[in-house]
């Protein structure tokens, strides 16, 4: 199929949330869909099996699809706004599932819309095919991050700050679903370093620094390849 490139909104890539990997294809599959010249009342977005099923050239369960779109309804974004506020929200606010044209339609939150359409300024395109062959759900919202900043060629970033990006950490009780150090470092780091080499644009190494005995930031470099 032919190349295609989507865009999502920085404030989308810098959110706090936590989807799985399939329901962050059917995202890329809803940002694909998006088109500059759609209307605001446009209601629904049509995501089709087959061409997911094409792009990923693999065959996918029917039944698992439908409930991750579902699960969609349910995934908070908490968006930091450009005047200092705070938005959560969802993204998808409806799923309808359309069998015999084997197909769901989407409709996206109004609240999540002026992050979606006809984005102008403050967005980053990436390539849909690579973004959706990734298997972990943290390699592909590092592939997000990273290319955020390929042209700079670096990212500087807080451990705390991704740990509140990627959901790690309960706000609550502030209990981290990857300790130690080590667990953090394979799943967030070693993993997505893997997958993005393998399947993307983009590929990077970092430094962890200390402060004291503990890591508190890391610093990419980012190589972005011509694919």
């Known amino acids: ?21 399939l329901e962050k294809n059917i995202i890329y599959m809803l940002l694909a869909q998006l088109k500059d010249e759609d209307p605001p009342e446009k209601k629904y977005y049509d995501i089709s099996f087959k061409e997911l099923e094409q792009r990923l050239d693999e065959k996918i369960s029917i039944k698992s ?8 309804v349910f995934r908070v974004y908490t968006i930091q706004k450009e005047d200092g506020g705070i938005l959560y929200t969802s993204l998808i606010s409806s799923v309808q599932n359309l069998p015999k044209h084997n197909m769901i339609q989407i409709g996206v939150s109004s609240m999540a819309k002026p992050y979606l359409l006809a984005l102008k300024h403050n967005y980053t395109e990436f390539q849909l095919d690579m973004a959706l062959r990734l298997k972990s759900k943290y390699a592909k919202r590092m592939y997000e991050m990273l290319s955020q900043h390929r042209e700079k ?14 959901a790690l950490k309960d706000p609550k009780t502030g209990k981290e679903l990857y300790e130690p150090w080590s667990m953090f470092k394979e799943h967030i780091l070693t993993v997505p370093q893997e997958e993005l080499s393998k399947h993307t644009d983009i590929q990077f190494t970092y430094t962890a620094l200390k402060t004291g005995r503990k ?13």
């Open 65 to 72: 699809l439908v409930k991750a779109a579902e699960a969609l």
């Open 1 to 21: 199929m032919s190349k295609k490139y989507i865009k999502q909104h920085n404030a989308i890539i810098e959110a706090r949330y936590d989807i799985s990997a």
């Open 153 to 166: 060629g670096t990212m500087e970033i807080s451990v705390e700050e991704l740990k509140y990006r990627l």
């Open 215 to 227: 890591y508190t930031d890391l610093v990419f470099e980012i190589v972005h390849l011509a694919k």
